[in-house]
């Protein structure tokens, strides 16, 4: 079955620090991954999937196949990227996503 | 707006009871989705409908819950003789793709069962 890994729940970064969040998937075949976020009092949203090759806010995230791995990562954290972040999975010709438990980010001044 | 709404956006209720959960999702959007987020976990995927049919309900923890989509827009999930363990915040998201499309979340609706 496919399942998400999120191992942190609570990373707390300075201002400025570097910042990566951890996410591992199983799936034997070609998925789909996603970045979801939800900011304090707002609702679950889209961040970046890993088929645009995007980077929204700074973020980026590579999806490693080898390390079945899908980590989210930004050089200087802001204090407005603090916040709970969930990754999501969806396999090829379904619908339904998995998420992980998430990983509340927290950026101190 | 014109983003995905759901009420009662808080229903406490009392174990026994029966609750129903509505879910109006942006306009044109034919993918629905509930799903369920206990505290401390990620959303957990209940069901899924394609226009008006439930295509997957594999997540319904068991038969007291069920969920309709009668006209193809609004959703209503329903719970019947609530359980204690029912109470979670109940998510509701579209999408206007059928596979792999964004998912556009709701607020939620927090459920507690005393």
């Known amino acids: 079955a496919q399942r998400v890994t999120q191992p942190e729940k609570l990373l707390s970064v300075f201002k400025g620090a570097p910042v990566e969040l951890k996410c591992n998937y199983s799936y034997s075949g070609s998925p789909e991954l996603f970045w979801y976020v939800q900011y304090s009092r707002q609702r679950l949203q889209l961040l970046l999937r890993?088929?645009s090759r995007e980077s929204i806010k700074g973020f980026t995230a590579d999806l490693n196949k080898g390390e079945t791995s899908f980590h989210l990562k930004k050089p200087f954290a802001q204090e407005e990227d603090s916040a709970m972040y969930y990754c999501a999975l969806t396999t090829s010709g379904t619908y339904k996503y998995i998420f992980g438990t998430g990983t509340r980010l927290k950026v101190l001044a | 707006g014109a983003g995905v709404s759901q009420t009662p956006s808080n229903k406490v209720t009392e174990k026994g009871k029966y609750v129903e959960l509505r879910c109006d999702p942006i306009s044109g959007h034919t993918a629905l989705y509930w799903y369920r987020q206990s505290l401390g976990q990620g959303p957990e995927f209940l069901i899924y409908?394609?226009?008006?049919?439930?295509?997957?309900d594999s997540g319904l923890p068991n038969d007291r819950f069920f969920a309709v989509r009668p006209e193809g827009s609004v959703s209503t999930l329903k719970i019947q003789r609530t359980e204690r363990g029912d109470s979670a915040v109940y998510l509701c998201a579209s999408s206007l793709k059928t596979i792999g499309g964004e998912l556009f979340f709701g607020e939620g609706s927090r459920l507690t069962v005393l």
């Open positions: 890993h088929i």
């Open positions: 409908f394609q226009g008006t049919g439930a295509a997957d």
